[in-house]
């Protein structure tokens, strides 16, 4: 509202202030407030603290009306985005997702109606300000909230793809950018909150962009093991549920995170390690192998003769040939080595299959053929023994008495 001095040294309203007027009033006084507080009886009009009888029903209107507004809005809500995801996808963890934003999202257009049917209360400045502050604070909680289930209902519909291809890249990448996603509503969120509170966001970010400079040369460390962690992903030098042996560590990889990747040992122990170190070290992926590899060898006894050491030797072939789960195209069994208390039989082939369990399986199959073999043939096997050799016994020789 502006006023002028007039030529006769009086101030009047300003002519843009007076034909500002219509839309001032209908601003104080929204969906002709007026009319209705005119209708209100006398009695109405009696004040308690400050609030006016008429009021205080107002806000218990405004209450129950908002209430039964939320409830509507969620029912129809979850309706309609509980259709549209059972089209696409449908898991226990995106229902729920799906109930946590509808509920909020009914809380945001809730919050917005409350925004402009609180003016029609005329309610004093500081009980108008308090609500709307509270409106402006909650308002940009429930649309952190709301981004926060969108994205996990992206992250489950990802996940439910990822799941249906046959590349672990995917299932390592979802984590990561459900977790980035996340930071970004919570970011967003809170640069809105300080917008409300009527906070210089500009400044704020220039703030930030020189604190950013001092955090990032304090962070190295940090920054160094995300990159680490996007190496990585690109190199793909393990993934999920690999077994893996390092110089420092020996374990399963359960999960590749943006700073370090954990691994469970067999001790059942969790061991976790920044991915920049993990990305510098040496590392032996036994879980990329194709075919799982039987190596032994079978120490028989010195007295067995060069006959039936062939003959075992071509049982024990025999016995590897036949397995039906053994690559036949890639095998040794020599008799190699000539030891201090054993003649050596080597037996070296590969198992097809990638799971533990079958190849120890598999071996106790070959392991057991074989000992069979041996007790067939009358062939022993070596350990280790030492031969005492006693040149006199007490009372004889030189150690006898006359």
């Not at 009914?106 to 003016?119: H, Q």
Request: include cysteine; glycine fraction near 6%.
């Amino acid at each position: 509202i502006f006023v002028s001095k007039a030529d006769d040294g009086k101030w009047y309203y300003s002519k843009a202030t007076v034909e500002a007027i219509p839309e001032l009033h209908k601003k104080a006084f929204p969906f002709g407030t007026d009319k209705l507080i005119g209708m209100v009886p006398k009695t109405g009009h009696e004040e308690f603290l400050g609030i006016a009888i008429w009021q205080y029903i107002g806000i218990i209107i405004l209450f129950v009306l908002s209430f039964c507004l939320f409830k509507i809005f969620y029912w129809i809500l979850n309706i309609l985005v509980f259709h549209g995801i059972r089209t696409i996808f449908d898991t226990e963890e995106a229902s729920k997702h799906v109930r946590a934003l509808s509920k909020y999202i009914s809380v945001l257009i809730v919050l917005f109606l409350a925004n402009l049917l609180i003016p029609t209360l005329q309610l004093p400045v500081e009980a108008s300000y308090f609500l709307f502050l509270l409106i402006k604070i909650s308002a940009p909680l429930a649309g952190i909230v709301i981004l926060y289930s969108a994205v996990d209902i992206l992250g489950d519909y990802m996940k439910f793809k990822a799941m249906q291809t046959h590349s672990v890249l995917d299932d390592q990448v979802v984590p990561i950018v459900r977790k980035t996603l996340k930071a970004f509503s919570i970011v967003v969120g809170v640069l809105f909150i300080l917008q409300n509170l009527n906070f210089n966001i500009t400044a704020l970010l220039a703030g930030l962009s020189i604190g950013g400079l001092a955090i990032a040369l304090a962070a190295q460390q940090t920054l160094t093991d995300f990159l680490g962690s996007l190496m990585i992903f690109i190199d793909q030098p393990f993934k999920v549920g690999d077994y893996i042996i390092s110089n420092e560590c020996e374990g399963i990889v359960e999960a590749v995170g943006f700073r370090s990747t954990r691994i469970r040992s067999f001790e059942r122990s969790l061991i976790i390690i920044p991915n920049g170190k993990l990305s510098d070290m040496s590392i032996d992926n036994m879980g990329m192998r194709y075919q799982r590899r039987l190596y032994a060898n079978t120490a028989i006894t010195y007295d067995t003769p060069p006959a039936l050491i062939e003959t075992f030797r071509e049982g024990v072939e025999k016995i590897v040939l036949d397995h039906p789960m053994i690559n036949n195209n890639e095998y040794y069994i020599r008799f190699n080595e000539m030891a201090g208390h054993y003649l050596n039989i080597m037996v070296w082939a590969y198992f097809d299959t990638q799971v533990w369990d079958e190849e120890l399986r598999y071996r106790e199959e070959v392991y057991l053929q074989i000992m069979r073999l041996a007790e067939s043939l009358g062939v022993r096997f070596a350990f280790p023994t030492s031969t005492i050799h006693v040149e006199e016994f007490p009372g004889q020789g030189s150690f006898g008495t006359k």
